[in-house]
């Protein structure tokens, strides 16, 4: 009996050994990318100061899903907290204390909305640059320009701290923890689209749709997301997608929330930001979804 129990803890001892090693071996290699340094110097870009461009900046702002992460004052907001996924923050986008618009250039703005870098050359932590590298030169100058002169918020957030789930997902290519790495930062970007109800523009629009829905818009389980979220919806033509819906029915989905059988969309799909969407925008992305290949849900 001495002896199995002898056996039975230096197993034990084993196993934890391996598990320290592991966890180590996670969090060193994790920080060696977390904490890389990037030297781009973004492309300029021109910051409009009128009225309308700012008011249009705001609109900007919320349907390509900024309100999501920084809250609707841009004073930054808590995106996941518990012991797996570590403590995730949205930035203070704001010019009040503990904001980066006291201390960000032109050049810092868009290098940290195109290119998911921070001044000092470190990576943003879980900021979906992949999705706005794409936008235009005139898009993103309202958005900053809309950022740059929104009301101040007082509020100092710690630094964003990446657990253990999150570190693994990251290492394994399932979560795009780190958009740096995911960018092509030499590929071309769409000169100014016109707006309108294309398929070009919706093209353009639903560069902002892969972050949820998946590069090939089918859908499946949110990378990152809280467990308890349901899989995004399929974009594509699939019988599982839209490919019952009429263009009526995904505006209705759009502007109010509502599915063709009368079911309100999860509350997760933030439709009251893509509510603000012109007419223009939402048949042009229905017009390019029509057009995207039909895609089996991932889950």
Request: aromatic fraction near 8%; include cysteine.
């Amino acid at each position: 009996m001495k002896t199995l129990l002898k056996w039975l803890g230096i197993l034990v001892g084993i196993v934890i050994l391996v598990i320290i090693i592991a966890v180590a071996a996670i969090y060193i290699t994790s920080n060696s990318r977390i904490n890389t340094t990037y030297n781009i110097q973004p492309d300029p870009v021109t910051i409009p100061t009128d009225e309308a461009s700012i008011a249009e900046g705001e609109r900007l702002v919320i349907t390509r899903g900024c309100i999501d992460c920084h809250g609707e004052n841009l004073g930054g907001t808590v995106f996941t907290d518990s012991p797996p996924t570590g403590t995730i923050y949205g930035s203070n986008l704001t010019s009040g204390a503990g904001g980066i618009g006291t201390v960000y250039s032109d050049a810092d703005w868009v290098r940290a909305i195109r290119h998911g870098i921070e001044p000092d050359g470190k990576p943003l932590i879980f900021m979906p640059s992949y999705e706005y590298y794409f936008i235009n030169d005139d898009d993103l100058g309202k958005m900053i320009a809309y950022m740059k002169q929104v009301s101040p918020v007082n509020k100092q957030w710690p630094e964003s701290s990446p657990g253990p789930l999150f570190r693994v997902l990251m290492l394994t290519g399932e979560l795009p923890l780190l958009s740096v790495e995911l960018i092509d930062h030499d590929a071309p970007r769409a000169g100014a689209v016109t707006p309108g109800p294309s398929v070009e523009y919706g093209e353009y629009l639903a560069k902002g749709c892969i972050g949820c829905h998946g590069e090939n818009l089918g859908g499946g389980p949110i990378a990152g997301g809280d467990p308890s979220w349901p899989p995004a919806a399929n974009l594509t033509s699939d019988p599982d997608g839209l490919g019952n819906w009429t263009a009526e029915d995904f505006e209705r989905a759009m502007r109010q929330g509502i599915r063709p059988d009368g079911s309100a969309v999860n509350p997760v799909m933030p439709w009251p930001n893509f509510a603000q969407m012109t007419d223009d925008e939402i048949t042009a992305l229905w017009l390019y979804l029509q057009t995207v290949p039909a895609a089996s849900s991932a889950g």
